[in-house]
């Protein structure tokens, strides 16, 4: 015990005194006391491990890089984004998915929600002002369909009026598919030469056509093409018209498809892989779950504005700005918590009058995002801060408002947290006060470096590792860039035994297939319908606990068939929207497996292969079959 | 020998064939012995469906001959059935005492025709509220112990005579849940039509590549993954349609239960199953204005006409197989703020099958009396989920080391609720 001690003491004033260099710490300490020396990797291993741990997997000539500039130097870089210019390429590919910069009163506003167009439809909403026809197009359709809807659940008698439930699925679009009838054609805006690019021209020249076509023009013939027809060109042709089809068939699914789009154009293409490895981890730490109600249109905003800012910062900034997010607040439920002396609203409807007490928010700000389960404290604790954060509420959240604090929800008595007294009186300074007890807490530090080493480091991580990061974090106020650096300077980190030891997750899997090929993302919406067969449907994990850091937990029979299936549809160039060039597939088949591998090949991969490249039929070309082979192998899925 | 329970209810929404005069049914019951091998390919069969998010078993077997359920839920209690409410509003009454749910409509045949029995006030007896934890202590089959890492499922299956068949024990969905993980194989299937590589070049040198790694954890899955697709490639030729018009409802659970009933028709030799179904927290809104409305309708109507569906389509071979339920806890007795109601304790679980001596609420029922509640809020437990489920694979899987099961539970036969036939 009092070695441990010695080791932390200088391992802390190290880190103090020389501001942290990009250096290791010299072993010193550990020989000084004869501590077991971790075997570690070779400097060659260094290089590629850092790249397995830091980003979502190498793509071609990033190991060259590392190794040019200096692992340690590189993950320094990486500790530091700003100092990295992202991608120009991922910005392009980012720009036409307008929601992802949009706050969240203005997405509402240009993709009104459900819950908005039901009122718009009972007149308690004005139709959004805009010259935008596109946005008018899609308002008008959501209406139409909602209608429809609406009339079908009638029918049905299963009437669900609560606004504030679920949003219904919106329902296919009911116009007869791929033709276009008589009065259509002739009820379009066009004139005759047009109309007969339109109707007879190849998709070239369809597409010209309705490139030089106005705006409110352009939207009008799409509205009148069928489905079919309008999806065929859109996917033939430039994103601009393609966003525009999108909007007019699901105005609802936008937000949901630049989410889910952005995150994995980012994943592949963002060069600051670290900022998009940690963005990951900490959404999934402070999960919220996107089809849960009014949380569809707050996950954009949450995701830019509360938890990336905050992934090499200070915890406590985090877990307020997590606390205070309409998201949060919705999720787990906290911004309809009043306290149980709160007088009853005397003008609220029959099914509100009654309110009291939610313990959800208080639960698992302990539980899942601060103390873990065994930190310590008793449902009693849940009790009193549930009370603590009562009128920590949204207003109006189904029109996207903000956060902000309602005393008469609030329980204004004394409470006691963790065995400290919250005197009476307190307003919002209680929950502030319940925020920075769990900040400061031993027991927080001890989760939030144990999940992080559990996510770069091993799925059972050794001790040793675990204290010296919480004891980073107890030193440095929640200094998470500092903790990072403790992981990655410390022997564990760099244990020989950890070497391509993790199993990838579905995201890391997918993410790292199409860097290795250089993969070519027109559209990601494929690869977003992919994740759900493969298990991490993204932004959807309906429980708070987020997805497992445990690699071990996402291996089983049905997921590894969907990577092999993924793998080998990927190297042939047939996944939809991802462009890869077969011709890299090209020279002796260990060196296309060492390009993806980074690494030679396993004996029993390398003659699997071998043996599949003899059996197969004479006309395929071998390149693309032995990459795929390559991507969907046992040496692939570890990291 | 027991009276047939095979009663032709003409305009039930499930009817079922003649009177006891099936050959085939007497036989099997003649030759029903514990071991599978015994039964040939017609193994017992084990299905579990975990109901995730802590259902509210209060609201789902609802004791409406109890007024302090009324007096603890004024807004979201369910109705009794008295004049003035529609039907499809309040409780449909079990045995006066206890009712269903009204969207559980379409289990009361089974009720009635004794395939559906109820444990009530079940659960487990560890004080987590946390859904996790909960739901791994009910998975592990060890309740406050976080070292295990299998599950009872799997350790209910007896040892393999000879060649054990790949999909004994199948999960669906695309993750292998810890009830299911242990020394034998298991598999997740997330869709039989596409539980296969698809390029049957790649597939051989796949197939090589995982068995010959020296990585053990892809190995052993590899194998057992390659294993089932073989087997199961017979099913994916022709489309598949349920039996005796049986509709299972659209959606995840519908299709998770319609595809076990499809493999355990193949006999493909599926041993134990297992399906889960979330959506069940309902800290806020869980009831609509009218107790067929809202979020805990939905999900019972999906619930119940799944395994309702499951029950028709599986027809005769309902003798064979034993459905039973759980959640990770139940949820308080007292309604919260916000028309919902928060983590609790004690629950109510649910068996179905052939062998099921059903049309009874089992269990001790503890009452809603402010000193009769867990903790002063929650339903009490009076039985162990560890005796419900130990029963089904003691007497109806025939495996008698419940304590191998159930390792440190010191439960035993003497504590079952007697819900199988002996």
């Not at chain 1, 919106?170 to 805006?189: H, Q, V």
């Not at chain 2, 009361?108 to 559906?116: G, I, N, S, T, V």
């Not at chain 2, 269990?363 to 989920?385: H, M, N, V």
Request: with cysteine.
């Amino acid at each position: 015990m009092q070695q441990k001690v010695f080791v932390l003491t200088i391992a802390g004033l190290t880190m103090l005194a020389t501001g942290f260099a990009a250096k290791k710490p010299k072993p010193a300490a550990a020989t000084a006391l004869s501590a077991p020396k971790i075997p570690q990797m070779t400097d060659d291993q260094k290089a590629l491990h850092a790249l397995n741990r830091l980003t979502f997997g190498p793509r071609p000539g990033d190991l060259e890089q590392v190794k040019q500039l200096g692992v340690h130097q590189w993950i320094e870089q990486q500790l530091q984004p700003d100092s990295i210019p992202e991608n120009p390429i991922l910005l392009a590919k980012l720009a036409p998915l307008d929601t992802l910069q949009m706050s969240t009163g203005a997405m509402l506003q240009k993709y009104p929600s459900p819950q908005m167009i039901k009122q718009i439809i009972d007149g308690k909403l004005p139709l959004p002002s805009t010259d935008d026809p596109l946005t008018r197009a899609a308002v008008q359709t959501a209406i139409a369909r909602y209608e429809q809807k609406k009339r079908a659940d009638d029918a049905a008698q299963a009437p669900n009026p609560d606004p504030s439930a679920a949003a219904p699925p919106m329902p296919a679009d009911r116009m007869p598919a791929g033709r276009i009838t008589k009065e259509m054609f002739n009820s379009l805006p066009l004139d005759a030469d047009q109309k007969s690019d339109l109707l007879n021209g190849t998709q070239q020249t369809r597409l010209d056509l309705l490139a030089s076509l106005p705006d409110d023009k352009l939207v009008a013939v799409l509205e009148a093409l069928p489905p079919q027809i309008r999806n065929r060109l859109a996917n033939a042709g430039p994103p601009a018209l393609r966003r525009r089809v999108e909007i007019l068939n699901t105005p609802m699914q936008v937000v949901n498809r630049d989410l889910t789009e952005g995150k994995l154009l980012r994943a592949i293409y963002s060069s600051r892989q670290l900022d998009e490895v940690l963005s990951d981890f900490w959404f999934n730490h402070f999960n919220v779950y996107l089809d849960k109600g009014a949380d569809r249109f707050m996950i954009t905003s949450y995701e830019r504005d509360v938890i990336r800012p905050h992934v090499l910062g200070k915890f406590k900034d985090l877990l307020l700005a997590t606390a205070e997010s309409p998201a949060m607040l919705f999720y787990l439920d906290n911004w309809e918590s009043v306290s149980d002396n709160a007088p009853a609203r005397p003008n609220a409807p029959a099914d509100r009058k009654r309110q009291g007490l939610n313990e959800n928010y208080g639960r698992e700000l302990m539980e899942l995002h601060t103390l873990g389960v065994d930190g310590g404290y008793t449902q009693l604790d849940v009790t009193e801060v549930a009370r603590c954060f009562t009128g920590w509420t949204i207003r109006q959240p189904q029109q996207g408002g903000g956060f902000f604090f309602n005393p008469r929800m609030h329980d204004p008595g004394e409470k006691h947290v963790l065995g400290v007294a919250i005197p009476a009186g307190g307003g919002i300074e209680d929950g502030l006060k319940v925020i920075d007890i769990l900040a400061q807490s031993p027991a927080t530090a001890h989760f939030i470096a144990k999940s992080l080493a559990i996510r770069f480091v091993s799925d059972n991580p050794p001790d040793a590792l675990v204290d010296k990061m919480a004891a980073t974090f107890s030193a440095t106020d929640g200094d998470l860039r500092e903790v990072m650096r403790t992981m990655f300077n410390a022997d564990e980190f760099w244990a020989a035994a950890n070497f391509r030891a993790k199993l990838k997750s579905p995201l890391e899997m997918v993410v790292s297939a199409v860097r290795a090929v250089n993969g070519d993302v027109d559209t990601a919406v494929q690869m977003v319908q992919l994740m759900n067969t493969l298990g991490e449907p993204l932004y959807r994990k309906q429980e708070p606990t987020g997805y497992t850091n445990r690699g071990g937990d996402w291996l089983n029979s049905a997921s590894l068939l969907a990577r092999m299936n993924f793998a080998n549809t990927l190297a042939q160039g047939k996944i939809g929207g991802v462009k890869v060039d077969l011709a890299q597939f090209s020279g002796d088949t260990a060196q296309i497996e060492h390009n993806i591998l980074l690494a030679d090949a396993s004996p029993a991969s390398q003659s699997a292969i071998q043996a599949g490249i003899g059996e197969a039929p004479q006309k395929q070309p071998t390149g693309p079959m032995v990459a795929g082979l390559t991507l969907g192998s046992p040496d692939f899925q570890r990291r | 020998m027991p009276i047939s329970r095979r009663i032709f209810l003409r305009d039930s929404a499930i009817a079922m064939i003649g009177v006891g005069t099936s050959p085939l049914w007497l036989e099997r019951a003649a030759l029903a012995v514990n071991s599978t091998a015994a039964t040939g390919q017609r193994r017992k069969v084990l299905v579990a469906i975990f109901q995730r998010g802590a259902a509210d078993g209060l609201n789902i077997v609802v004791p409406h001959g109890e007024q302090r359920y009324y007096d603890l839920r004024p807004t979201i209690s369910i109705p009794r059935p008295i004049a003035g409410i529609a039907k499809e509003d309040s409780v449909i009454d079990l045995d006066g005492m206890f009712g269903l749910h009204p969207s559980l409509a379409s289990l009361k045949p089974l009720w009635d025709r004794q395939q559906l029995a109820i444990v009530h006030a079940a659960g487990s007896p560890d004080p987590t509220r946390s859904h996790f934890d909960a739901q791994d202590y009910m998975e592990s089959g060890t309740p406050g112990l976080k070292a295990t890492s299998d599950g009872w499922l799997n350790r209910a299956l007896l040892p393999a005579d000879g060649k054990p068949s790949p999909v004994r024990a199948v999960s669906l969905g695309p993750t292998l849940p810890r009830a299911m993980r242990g020394t034998n194989d298991a598999v997740a299937v997330e869709n039989l039509n596409s539980f296969n590589v698809r390029d049957a070049a790649a597939a051989k040198s796949l197939e090589a590549m995982y068995a010959g790694t020296g990585d053990q954890v892809l190995n052993g899955t590899g194998r057992a993954t390659f294993e089932a697709v073989a087997l199961l490639q017979s099913l994916q030729k022709t489309p598949y349609q349920p039996a005796d018009g049986a509709k299972y409802p659209a959606g995840r659970f519908g299709d998770s239960l319609r595809q076990i009933a499809q493999m355990i028709k193949a006999d493909v030799g599926v041993e134990v199953a297992f399906a889960d179904l979330g959506g069940w927290d309902h800290h806020a809104q869980e009831v609509g204005p009218k107790a067929s409305v809202g979020q805990l309708a939905n999900r019972l109507t999906e619930f119940g006409d799944s395994l309702a569906a499951f029950y028709r389509d599986l027809g005769d071979r309902m003798e064979d197989v034993v459905v039973v339920t759980m959640s990770e806890f139940g949820r308080t007795a007292k309604e919260n703020g916000d028309r919902g109601t928060d983590h609790g304790h004690a629950n109510a679980m649910f068996v179905m099958g052939g062998p099921v001596q059903g049309g009874k609420v089992y269990g001790k029922w503890p009452g809603l009396a402010p000193e009769q509640l867990y903790e002063s809020r929650d339903l009490a437990l009076t039985t162990d989920f560890r005796d419900v489920l130990g029963e089904a694979v003691y007497s109806h899987l025939g495996n008698r080391q419940i304590a191998q099961v159930f390792p440190g539970y010191a439960g035993g036969a003497n504590k079952f609720k007697g819900y199988l036939r002996a």
